[in-house]
Structure formats: C-alpha cells, structure tokens
C-alpha cells in the first residue's frame, strides 16, 4: 500500500510545511537521509495549546500533548515530502528525538512523545519503527507544549 493511500486510510493528510520561525529551514537532504528541524504542533498557523505538560491546573494534560505530538510528526513528515518532492520517497524513519516542555514534577516524556511514535508506525508500518529520545526541557519556542525531530531514509 503507498504511504497516501495508507494517509487516507488513517484519516490523515499532510499539512503545509509550517514556515520556520528564525534563520533555519524545515529540513535538509544529505545522501538518502534527510533531517527535519524541530517541528512545534502548529496547525493553520497557531499552536493549539501552550505551556508545561503536567498533571494539574494550568498545566497541559499529558494526553492532549501526546496529540501535539502526533501532529508535530504530521508536520515533519509534511516538511520532508515537500523537501523532496513526494512522499512517497522516504522509506523508512531512522530516529525521533522528542522534546517536552514538562513541569518539574512531570517525568512522562516517554509516553507523551509515543503520539509520534505510533503515528509514525501507522503510517509506515515496519519501517516506521525507528530509535528515538524523549527529554525533558524547561521551555520550548513560542512555549509550545512538544517539539519533535525526525530522521528518515529515503527510497
């Protein structure tokens, strides 16, 4: 099954490539690889939520992050098509690296940065299945909740 048809199935599509915020670019190409820039959970241009995951009032609950992450994988994914014209093209996800802007009490980094993780293996099955981080941080751009990496091998 080809990675749109396997989208479509999921009820998913690739959103526009989020403009970057500073001097970078959403990805860049070397060999068969290619390395995103850490992609916030932006959707239509705004970040759905802001602020430290945690368990608590005025904290983000750490499923509602787990989504963020979902849809900062969506964004990387996006960002690597456009770079190299097609999904189609990668072929596999090498390693993930997760950052979550966590209360100092929060230590679920892992399972908020799976909203990644599983979307990845939805859509690329086996070769979804990659090597990944998830970590910890104070504080993330614009005070976005999850940021996400991706490195993927191209067909």
């Known amino acids: 099954m080809s990675t749109a ?6 009820g998913l599509h690739l959103p526009q490539v989020v403009p970057p915020v500073a001097a970078y670019v959403p990805a860049v190409q070397h060999a068969d690889l290619v390395y995103t820039a850490g992609q916030l959970p932006m959707v239509d241009g705004a970040l759905p939520a802001t602020g430290k995951v945690g368990a608590g ?6 499923q509602q992050a ?18 190299v014209g097609d999904v189609e093209r990668i072929a596999r996800v ?38 990944r981080s998830a970590v910890g941080v104070a504080v993330l751009p614009m005070d976005a909740p999850v940021e996400v990496e991706l490195v993927l091998q191209l067909a």
Do not use: M, W
Request: charged fraction near 15%; avoid cysteine.
């Open 5 to 10: 048809a396997r989208l479509a199935e999921l």
């Open 94 to 131: 090498i390693k993930v690296v997760g950052f979550v802007a966590s209360d100092p009490s929060f230590t679920g980094q892992p399972q908020v940065i799976n909203g990644a993780s599983q979307v990845l293996q939805d859509i690329f099955g086996e070769a979804g299945v990659h090597a």
């Open 66 to 83: 787990q989504d963020l992450a979902r849809t900062a994988a969506l964004n990387g994914i996006a960002a690597a098509a456009s770079l």
């Open 57 to 62: 009032a005025g904290l983000v609950d750490p």
